[in-house]
């Protein structure tokens, strides 16, 4: 049961190049593909000749050709021809409403005729010259919402990632959760503490003493259907932490966008989007390297999560203070996905 | 549901020799080996006494001795001795007739009693001096039916072959679908073309000008319950095609047996029968070697074909003029199903 | 269905040091760790903060510290503290009874009030110093009671391990099984044979002629739930044989302890405790290779055995007098498993 509706990330850029991606979002097998003037385009990845998979095919003048006998489909799911062949009565397939932007290929699992390109949030980080962005992939074997749980309760940093992010200052800051508008934001402030490696690193790599006590912040923000974006930095002590000035600060945002696979799998496209020194790209390379390892963690942990809930389906967990942004985020996104059904055409009984 | 009462290709000569051979054929756990005077035997692969894998065992004196505790099997699938036991109320397995003929060692997976040799087909090719053989054993994840529809349909050639093959005047020229007597045959001929890489080496092989202009044919025979021969090669243009004189033509037979395994995997043996230099057995490795890699690329999309039949199992399939191939073989194997079980004895009610 | 209330062999004791070990028993999830004063202890392996594993956490004071979370768990699997929480009122797991001795660790999966550990068997091979032992834990995909018939039918020495510890004579003498008490016992003894290489070379490291007539015995005792030690050894021959003088014998006892993972799997601890050179450690490390790589042999065999009891449900198995050992220990263990059934509180009606 996913909220369909909706814009979900797919793949990179870098993904889709040449040839055709193959992959599985919400359920439903896609093929993504570049075609006309060079510009994205999603179809099922099903040939409604005898059902090979296209994206084993290839682009011929802009549509995409099946790899077994030659039938063309163009992006809007029709077929365009075949050798020999009339292809007017052909059965379509589903196109999908798909858009190329901040270096993601997002797309709309459901009725392509509602897909609003408005509503694909608006990445400041991603367009600006004074931001830097370094991200990678993960194929993670569990429910996606294991993975908003994880990032709307920084707690875990604490005993997961102790010795990069960890600190054990994190476990003994209160967190505060809200809604706010179709966000839910959970955040925790450490005053007056030693920056943990990673961020040592970062206050180095920006100039200031690291050595220097810090107000040290996280702030987790996560809006429907799957994307978790989480303020994170340290100032000088005193300094209006994340409102301080960015001469005495080193700030990012830590990047997360779930999709979901099937119901027990995701993609995880996770990634750091810094502002400072955003020109320096071996440091760009660096922390994507320290990011990778570091969430690597997290999906060992993740997949013994899901292994778990299947071994022992009828525990009921606890939901406690630290676990409100999950509990919260899980809620809105239940409340989509109940009026997405509601407003779905019924059946007609009889 | 398989058609039982039948030959089916189940291994090669090559593959049965000192020590026994457990295959699955038809969803049936079949063991071979060589008995008495060297003649290829085939049981259930279950040893009566504790079930244990007949195909771990050793051949003994003629008849297959259990690795466990050495029941001893005849070949009849009647228990003949086991150390310190009297075996004659020992409960018999299944004995299957089977024939060593052609290189292939043939298994008919239902009535024994109604096994008769003479319905093997005549393989010419396997016997002559004329013609050399060189093939391969490739272990597919798909229904074998979705191989015949391939092999009965060569205009993938044109797309998943592109570059051997392949080539576009395939797509040009239409195929003719028919039925004779137990055969489906479909052909394709192009004439006055320039030969596909493959064939060009072909013809330099055969001593001919690779660079004249060519007729082409493709005549492929399906045969239940899943063999398919196909007449392939080229001439020099206007010479006859198909019927021309040898000397001024290449030919071959493409080999195909499609042996079910379960209802989504099969066992295929490919091979090439070559009507031309039969003592070259370079050429004929490198002829195994290159097809081996062509039929590699059929291995690929068929698999993600039968991954996509799972994912959208309501979709139906169109039915071309070149699908009329494998849609009549289908037809013909259904037939031939659907006689066999009205034949069968029924069960009694009461 | 296994029996619940019984000590199972969980680990050795180098299996759980500084980390802690999760591992499935009876089809329980269990994490095992050292906690307060080096002593073992077993949890249920699901933190009730958000169901994450726990053995992926880490032993903290004595307690198992969640790696999520935090979340810390005593022994008695009631939460200990968790950081900025009260815990008091969190869910406990349930705690396992749990005895290390011998160098393992024994569970009892059932109910831990009625855990007695006078109730694990006595080893005197484990703690006399005139004994050696040296062993391995193999995972194997069958159901343990199959290994259980295979260590109380050794006839099979003569197939599976011909040229080790199988000789012809084993075959051609006959077995002897008897209820003893909680014990099923299966012997054999072969009188006046040549020993075979497994033997022979226990007879040099023992300084025995190695070409001497021998009486060779094998006595296997099965106790519930899955525990057969075999006596096993040679003496010279018309020495009185297992009741001989150590001087003209070499014997050991093959440790067999089968704990069921799953209705399909278990893990197999087996070993060799020695009567004969017990400070030489060399000879302890190449028997253990020896045995090793003989019992591999058994593993490759029940695996198969296993894959058939599923393809053939239906078939039923012959009960020989050789398989008199295993029938009998099923027997007690299915008597045993009816009685703690019947034993169990009820569920009210109503």
């Keep these: 049961m996913f909220l369909e509706n909706t814009w979900y990330v797919a793949c990179t850029t870098e993904e889709v190049q040449d040839k055709p991606l193959g992959r599985r979002i919400c359920g439903q097998s896609i093929v993504f593909y570049r075609g006309k003037e060079n510009t994205v385009a ?5 040939c409604p000749h005898r059902g090979a998979a296209l994206s084993l095919g290839s682009v011929c003048e802009g549509n995409l050709m ?3 006998h030659g039938l063309v489909m163009g992006a809007d799911g029709k077929a365009v021809s075949m050798p020999m062949q009339r292809v007017g009565g052909f059965p379509c397939i589903k196109s999908y409403a798909v858009v190329e932007r901040y270096g993601f290929i997002w797309v709309w699992p459901g009725d392509p005729e509602r897909a609003d390109d408005t509503l694909i949030p608006h990445l400041d980080w991603a367009v600006s010259p004074e931001w830097a962005f370094g ?6 074997h569990c429910d996606y919402r294991l993975m908003i749980d994880n990032l709307m309760d920084l707690t875990h940093e604490a005993y997961v990632h102790a010795g990069s992010i960890g600190q054990d200052e994190i476990d003994e800051s209160p967190v505060k959760t809200r809604k706010d508008g179709e966000q839910v934001v959970t955040s925790r402030t450490m005053e007056n503490i030693i920056a943990p490696p990673f961020w040592q690193a970062a206050m180095r790599a920006n100039g200031l003493d690291d050595a220097a006590p810090v107000d040290r912040w996280q702030i987790s923000r996560f809006t429907a259907p799957g994307h978790v974006l989480i303020d994170v930095g340290v100032a000088y002590a005193g300094k209006g932490g994340f409102e301080a000035d960015p001469a005495v600060k080193a700030s990012a945002i830590v990047v997360d966008f779930m999709t979901p696979e099937t ?18 790209q071996a440091l760009t390379a660096s922390i994507r390297e320290g990011q990778g390892a570091i969430f690597k963690q997290d999906l060992a942990v993740l997949e013994a999560q899901q292994a778990n809930r299947r071994t022992f389906p009828d525990r009921r967990l606890l939901a406690l203070n630290i676990d409100a942004g ?11 996905i109940q009026a997405e059904r509601e407003a779905a055409p019924q059946p007609v009984a009889g």
């Design 42 to 46: 999603a179809l099922e990845d099903f």
């Design 66 to 68: 099946c790899g077994y």
């Design 135 to 140: 991200g990678g992939l993960y194929h993670i």
């Design 263 to 280: 119901e027990d799998s995701h993609w995880y496209f996770w990634g750091m989007a810094r502002h400072f020194k955003p020109d320096d």
């Design 326 to 336: 999950g509990v919260q985020s899980r809620r809105m996104l239940d409340q989509l």
